[in-house]
C-alpha cells in the first residue's frame, strides 16, 4: 500500500512535469508569434510614415520650384522692362531741344513688389512639431495599455487532479443544449436539457450549425478551464462526448461522427457495454453499471475522464 502509494506521488509528478513543459514549449509559442505579429504591424506602420514623408517632401519640393519658376519669370520680365526703360531713356537725351518728348512711348509701370519678408514654408515645421507630439503622446498611451496586456506569468504549485465525485464537483457546471446544432430527429425539452431520439423529423430552422446525418447535439456553452458535468440517460444507449466547435457538422462522413475523429472523444454506453471512442479507435472499458455518466475536463492540462 505503501509503495502503491509512492507510485502515484511519481506519476503525480510525472505529469506536473509535463504539464510545466507543455506550458513552457506554449509560452515560447506564444511570444515568438506575437513578435511575429509586432514586428509585421509596426513594419507596416512604419512603411506608412515613410509614404507619408515622402509626399510631405514632394508636395514641398514641387511649391518650391513652383514658386521659384515664378519669381525667376517675375525678374526676366523686370529685367527686360529695365531694359526698355534705359533705352528709352538714352533716346530722350539725344532729341533735339524743340522735339516733343510725347513721341517717345513710355510703358506702364509694373505692380512693385512688397519688401516685407515672406514665411513660405516655415508653418510646415510647426505643423509637423505639433503633429509628432501628438503621435508621440497617442504612442505612449497605446503602448502602455499594450503592455498591460502582456500576462505575468506566475509559476505556482501544479493544482491536483481531483479523484472523488465531491472534488469533481467544485469545478461542475450546467450546461443547456443547442437547439441550432440538433439532428432534426433529437427532440429537445426542460429547457433545453433534455434530448430524446423520436426517430421522427422535428420542425427546425435551417441553420449551417446543425448536424445533417447523424443525430447528435452540442451543449451551447463552451467549457473553460477545469469543467465538470454529468449526463443521466435511460434507454437502450448514449454516445457522451466532449468535442471541438470545429468540428463538421454537414453530410454523412465519420469527420462528424463523435469519437470517430480528432476533434472529439466519446463513451459509448450501453446496458451491455462501455466503449470510449478516439479517433475511430474504440476501447472497450470496465465501468459499473449507471444510468448517471460524469464527465471531467482540465482544457489546459489536456485531461478529460469519463466516470
Known amino acids: 500500500m505503501f509503495k502503491q502509494k509512492i507510485l502515484q506521488q511519481i506519476q503525480d509528478r510525472e505529469w506536473d512535469l509535463k504539464i510545466l513543459q507543455e506550458e513552457h514549449e506554449n509560452i515560447g509559442r506564444s511570444a515568438d508569434a506575437a513578435l511575429v505579429d509586432i514586428w509585421k504591424n509596426f513594419t507596416q506602420f512604419v512603411s506608412v510614415m515613410e509614404k507619408q514623408i515622402n509626399e510631405i517632401t514632394q ?86 495599455k499594450i503592455s498591460q496586456t502582456i500576462p505575468e506569468v506566475l ?14 464537483l467544485q469545478y461542475s457546471r450546467s450546461l443547456t443544449l443547442d437547439p441550432n446544432t440538433a439532428h432534426t430527429m433529437l427532440l429537445l425539452s426542460n429547457d433545453n ?30 467549457l473553460p478551464g477545469r469543467s465538470y458535468f454529468e449526463v443521466d440517460w435511460v434507454g437502450e444507449g448514449v454516445y457522451v462526448a466532449l468535442a471541438l466547435k470545429s468540428i463538421k457538422r454537414q453530410g454523412n462522413s465519420y469527420e462528424c461522427v463523435f469519437g470517430s475523429n480528432e476533434k472529439s472523444w466519446a463513451l459509448c454506453c450501453t446496458k451491455q457495454s462501455y466503449s470510449f471512442m478516439y479517433n475511430g479507435v474504440k476501447t472497450k472499458v470496465k465501468f459499473l453499471s449507471s444510468q448517471r455518466i460524469g464527465v471531467y475536463l482540465d482544457y489546459a492540462g489536456r485531461n478529460s475522464v469519463f466516470l
Not at 155 to 168: A, Y
Request: net charge neutral; proline share 7%; glycine share 0%.
Open 59 to 144: 508636395q514641398i519640393k514641387t511649391q518650391q520650384e513652383s514658386e521659384q519658376q515664378r519669381i525667376k519669370d517675375h525678374q526676366e520680365k523686370l529685367q527686360q522692362e529695365i531694359v526698355d526703360l534705359k533705352v528709352k531713356f538714352f533716346d530722350l537725351d539725344n532729341l533735339p531741344d524743340n522735339s516733343a518728348p510725347l513721341k517717345i512711348k513710355i510703358p506702364p509701370s509694373s505692380p512693385r513688389i512688397c519688401s516685407c519678408t515672406l514665411r513660405y514654408f516655415a508653418d510646415f515645421p510647426t505643423a509637423v512639431a505639433s503633429l509628432t507630439s501628438k503621435l508621440q503622446q497617442t504612442l505612449s498611451e497605446d503602448f502602455l
Open 155 to 168: 509559476l505556482s504549485k501544479p493544482q491536483l487532479q481531483p479523484k472523488i465525485r465531491s472534488e469533481f
Open 193 to 222: 436539457q433534455k434530448v430524446i431520439f423520436t426517430g421522427e423529423h422535428q420542425t427546425y430552422s435551417q441553420n449551417s450549425e446543425r448536424f445533417t446525418h447523424w443525430p447528435q447535439v452540442l451543449s451551447r456553452e463552451s
